[in-house]
């Protein structure tokens, strides 16, 4: 799968289904079991961080367990566009 | 914060950078962090899900966490560009 | 609900039993279910942490956080007895 | 390690620590990394029901992953007794 210099959401979907549908995935793509799948990706991303400093977190781990997060989380996205919701104002609660 | 009607991820990033220097919370935005967060937001999303058959899930609810989700991921993508990771062989242990 | 000063598990999950009993709640609690909620309520206690340094963190929400927790793994503990599993080797992955 | 047939918190944790203390891993084991620890298990216990119908996922798994939630949520539990909160009303949110 290759994306181009400037990234097209849509084209990284298609390219993303075009792989499910390859391996007839989409039958195991209900919406809860992604939202499951996103949470153990997440994990994995966040293990990489476990029982370090952040400097010592690898880099090359962090790269390949976020694309993971960003394969389930375009998988639902492709169900429920996101777009409006990221225009909406973001939360207010990080201090 | 608008979008295109073609989404371009080096756009969406920009805007949810300008979003967090408006509030100076650059600060915070360590990678462990981050991913701690990013975590937070995929069990809020999973939450939706919870105690419910998946048609019973709030479609509103599930856009709104869903956004929550990539907002995290897309300030760990800043960090550590995630476009030749997603371009490898994906993993083949969902059957 | 209270505890004997010397605590017991078997106690601890009798009580939890009855406090879901009175609410006729085990319609809801399959093992999938009560595994999304175990992650919910670990989230709940990793954002105690989120954007803090360690000490900064309240300790009276860490308590009622891990309470939860321990809500959910109990309910779970109940239909998989896992005490055998404690006795194995635990692994070996932590440094 | 083994266990009473009538489970005592006090002497699990016990057994916890001795295990922790023989492979000198206190020094990782801050109240942070133990809660990110906590998600990580917690997600692996998850993982054993993901793109499963409940009654396919396999209970040797479930139990050995549920240990290990145990095992990191009783190893925050000796830094934070959980006792009194766990005497307190429980959230009436399941519905």
Redesign the interface.
Known sequence: ???NS?????E?IQQILK?RDE?D?AQ?H????L??????E??????????KN?EE?K?EK???E??????A?FL??EK?????????N???D??
Request: proline fraction near 3%.
């Open positions: 799968m290759t994306t400037h990234s097209d959401i849509q990284i792989f391996r995935w195991f209900d919406a809860r079991n939202a499951m799948c996103l949470n153990v997440a994990s994995e991303l966040l293990e990489v961080f476990l029982w952040p977190a880099i962090i790269e390949e976020l694309a993971d997060v960003f394969y989380a639902l996205a429920y566009p996101i777009e409006k919701a990221l225009g909406s973001k939360k207010y990080e201090l």
